[in-house]
């Protein structure tokens, strides 16, 4: 019964708040997925694999505000600010938390590095909308390459080819 109660008043929580109040809700959408695959096809992310990289050996760096590079700090439970998933295909992908940590004009413009390997890096440029109360990033480049459009309904998860 105890369980009912709960169930009842956390519906009617939900149902009380006006979709129109400025400060109803609060969406953040703010991550990058990335899947890497050889010429071959093949998962690059792929513990498993000898030719993988290994996620125990990269890293995420960022740039800062004045332009230099930063070494990444955590901001969140993940593990440097980046995590292993699989996909719904069974795809091994890399989701990557961008450094979020300067406004301008509502939109955080922000820079990270993944070192995919001790030789191997690549530039993520991410540009995010802020509101009072979301968080949702609206485009993204990668190595300089336009790879997510919010506005054209692109898939937040892209492949790249290694």
């Given at each position: 019964m105890k369980a009912l109660y709960i169930l009842v008043l956390s519906f009617t929580f939900l149902l009380s708040c006006d979709r129109n109040e400025p400060n109803c809700c609060?969406?953040?959408?703010?991550?990058i997925d990335i899947q890497y695959k050889d010429v071959l096809g093949r998962d690059l992310l792929d513990q498993s694999k000898p030719y993988a990289y290994q996620f125990s050996a990269m890293e995420h760096y960022y740039i800062d505000s004045l332009?230099?590079?930063?070494?990444?700090?955590?901001?969140?439970?993940?593990?440097k600010?980046?995590?292993?998933?699989?996909?719904?295909?069974?795809?091994?992908?890399?989701?990557?938390?961008?450094?979020?940590?300067?406004?301008?004009?509502?939109?955080?413009?922000?820079?990270?590095?993944?070192?995919?390997?001790?030789?191997?890096?690549?530039?993520?440029?991410?540009e995010i909308v802020l509101t009072s109360n979301s968080?949702?990033?609206?485009?993204?480049?990668?190595?300089?390459?336009?790879?997510y459009n919010y506005d054209t309904g692109d898939s937040r998860l892209?492949?790249?080819t290694k």
């Open positions: 609060t969406i953040i959408d703010a991550v332009g230099v590079v930063q070494e990444g700090f955590h901001q969140s439970e993940h593990e600010e980046m995590s292993l998933y699989f996909d719904i295909d069974s795809v091994n992908t890399l989701r990557v938390f961008p450094y979020r940590y300067y406004y301008k004009n509502g939109t955080m413009v922000l820079t990270d590095i993944i070192q995919l390997y001790e030789l191997d890096s690549d530039t993520i440029v991410s968080q949702i990033t609206k485009k993204v480049w990668y190595n300089g390459v336009l790879k892209f492949v790249i």
